[in-house]
């Protein structure tokens, strides 16, 4: 079936206005960009696009659907805050509630212009196959494209740096030293059968793996989960130097950086990015590169956990492929890529580098394009409007008040469009919004099942939740001293000093 979309500007490099295109699709492929109206097959449907401006998807590179039930819980979180939350945050969960939270986070992301993400969803103790199918379930009835990698780890965070558990035991009696995370071989066989029973379409959703953060994941499981993704070709991302405390402490247990430690056990190569990435230095970008990792860069959360400015401008000067991200909603709090685009232009500006160092418009585009695009391993399908890509597009409303009036559409994007000028998304040429709304979507319906849900799970997680608040403060002390001591010293430049 020929679709041929007609009328729009497609934003482009040379022209500040777009320039006037038909885009002919055939099934889920763009197969011609041609002169507006040259198209004569009377057979052919049409979507109107006048007075729409045309961008490729959106595509978010870092994103958690565990977070969807989670929006707007916490207001002064430091990511050890947010660590010790997690357990009564997402805890006692059933498949129905891991599909809500999914369905919620899909929807947030293609009503604001995204049409793919990386999602490192957890389950506990391990990923289960129910857990997984309630998840692809949301992204299949939505649309959105994905990579859903289960996060997984074999030590709990209070296991992951040392005299933690005795700084804590002091006032828990020794509950937070007794919690345990499921068993490595536990953890890896399940990843090995999810691998081998994956049977979604490759180009809609494929499998990841994210080994959570490197403190939290024994040597023994860190190279179980790469040997998995080896057999079985998957992508893997994980947390890397998000916040000032890991990077002080990498020194301290593994007697080098984050990254070192990856590298020491094969997990990095052009499989791999690492998300967040603040915490690095010019030895670890530089080995990034040489492996042909990639970075998924996520202002907005770094700014809400307050963990530090990714340095965008440094990875791209090593040759370090970056894509974008929003992160979960429990620590971003929406899934607003145009917002994250924005947030990634601005904090490339207050970093001291003189106006021509700064991220532009252009380029902040590409990265929350072609740059995630390669973070997810869909750079061959999506990213552009170009021949043989996948018709994953997005009609901005040129009425809208955001590009009123239209003196450049790049800048605008980035610096003026709030995914309130979304009108139409497709994704494989299907539509999945129209008049800025997810179709076939009931949000009434879906918004009292989520009100119910949350309700019964703070009663159950009620508990949980008194616990993390009493030891709350010794996380927040313990962490904090072990950013000022002389392990900082290891590392060659920290932010936002350099
Ligand atoms: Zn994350």
Redesign the pocket.
């Known amino acids: 079936m020929t679709l041929v979309v007609t009328g729009g500007q497609i934003l482009s490099a040379t022209s500040p206005r777009g320039e006037a295109r038909d885009i002919v699709i055939d099934g889920d492929t763009i197969v011609d960009l041609v002169m507006p109206g040259s198209v004569r097959d009377d057979n052919a449907e049409r979507l109107d696009a006048s007075r729409r401006l045309i961008i490729p998807g959106l595509i978010n590179s870092?994103t958690?659907s565990h977070g969807g039930l989670s929006k707007g819980i916490g207001d002064r979180w430091n990511l050890e805050i947010l660590q010790t939350a997690n357990p009564w945050m997402g805890g006692q969960r059933g498949p129905e509630d891991k599909y809500l939270s999914a369905l919620i986070t899909a929807i947030d992301q293609v009503e604001k212009g995204t049409t793919a993400c990386y999602d490192?969803f957890f389950e506990f103790p391990v990923p289960t196959i129910d857990g997984m199918e309630a998840v692809a379930s949301a992204y299949m009835e939505v649309g959105l494209r994905a990579v859903i990698a289960p996060m997984v780890a074999d030590l709990t965070f209070y296991q992951s740096l040392p005299g933690f558990i005795d700084a804590l035991t002091r006032i828990d009696g020794g509950k937070a030293g007794a919690m345990r995370m499921g068993r490595t071989e536990d953890v890896i066989s399940a990843l090995r059968r999810l691998a081998v029973q994956w049977s979604y379409p490759s180009d809609r959703l494929r499998l990841g793996i994210a080994p959570t953060i490197p403190h939290h994941c024994s040597r023994e499981f860190m190279i179980g989960c790469r040997d998995v993704a080896r057999d079985h070709g998957l992508v893997m991302q994980t947390?890397v130097g998000e916040a000032k405390y890991q990077a002080a402490s990498s020194f301290q247990i593994f007697g080098r950086s984050m990254t070192r430690t990856m590298e020491s056990v094969g997990i990095l190569g052009p499989w791999f990015s690492a998300?967040h990435a603040v915490w690095l230095d010019d030895a670890d970008m530089r080995l990034l590169a040489e492996r042909g990792a990639q970075v998924a860069h996520n202002p907005g959360a770094n700014m809400r956990l307050g963990s530090g400015i990714g340095a965008a401008r440094d990875y791209l000067r090593h040759g370090v492929a970056l894509g974008i991200g929003t992160?979960?909603c429990h620590c971003s709090d929406n899934q607003n890529m145009f917002e994250a685009m924005r947030a990634a232009s601005f904090v490339s500006r207050v970093r001291g580098l003189p106006p021509q160092e700064w991220l532009s418009t252009h380029e902040t585009f590409r990265l929350a394009t072609e740059g995630s695009a390669r973070v997810l391993g869909f750079q061959d399908l999506i990213g552009k409007i170009a021949k043989g890509y996948k018709a994953d597009l997005v009609l901005l409303d040129l009425d809208h008040v955001n590009f009123m009036p239209l003196n450049n559409a790049v800048n605008q994007i980035v610096h003026a469009e709030d995914g309130c000028g979304v009108d139409k998304v497709l994704i494989g040429g299907r539509m999945v919004v129209s008049g800025g709304r997810a179709l076939g979507v009931d949000k009434v319906a879906l918004a009292a099942k989520a009100d119910a849900a949350v309700e019964r799970l703070h009663a159950l997680n009620a508990e949980a939740r008194k616990f993390s608040e009493i030891i709350e403060p010794i996380v927040v002390n313990f962490c904090h001293g072990l950013t000022d001591n002389t392990a900082l010293a290891g590392l060659h430049r920290l932010l936002p000093s350099h």
Request: charge should be negative; glycine fraction near 14%.
């Open positions: 870092h958690h490192l947390h998300a992160d979960g």
